[in-house]
Nanobody, 128 residues
Framework: QVQLEESGGGSVQAGGSLKLSCTAS???????MGWFRQAPGKEREFVAA???????????YYADSVKGRFTISRDNAKNTVYLQMNSLKSEDTAVYCC???????????????????WGQGTQVTVSS
């Protein structure tokens, strides 16, 4: 069983930055990790994902809306995945959730159905 806990959310003005963290309890060796977000009245949407790698790298994927502004990374020793968010816009306002997929080699990491475990989420509010 894997439990995920996000942190780092908050309020920031447009153009600012935030760094989210997601720490897993339980073994996540071989897991790919992702970030999704959900704004009020909208469906959950994919933000970014990073494939499993024995090193702290791994192939990364981004939604077009965040490409060039957000960066996903992981520290396997700390069982933690990060989402660095720069140049934030008001439309980035949402609850951000991290997720873990046992399908370490999946190429469909933009799909919520690929994930087995989810965190509760952390609120990000960007004011213009």
């Amino acid at each position: 069983q894997v439990q995920l806990e996000e942190s780092g959310g908050g309020s920031v003005q447009a153009g600012g930055s935030l760094k989210l963290s997601c720490t897993a309890s339980g073994r996540t060796f071989g897991y790919s990790m992702g970030w999704f977000r959900q704004a009020p009245g909208k469906e959950r949407e994919f933000v970014a994902a990073i494939k499993w790698s024995i090193w702290n790298g791994g192939i990364t994927y981004y939604a077009d809306s965040v490409k060039g502004r957000f960066t996903i990374s992981r520290d396997n020793a700390k069982n933690t995945v990060y989402l660095q968010m720069n140049s934030l816009k008001s439309e980035d306002t949402a609850v951000y959730c991290c997720a873990a997929s046992q399908k370490g080699g999946s190429s469909r990491l933009d799909s919520p159905g690929e994930y087995d475990y989810w965190g509760q989420g952390t609120q990000v509010t960007v004011s213009s």
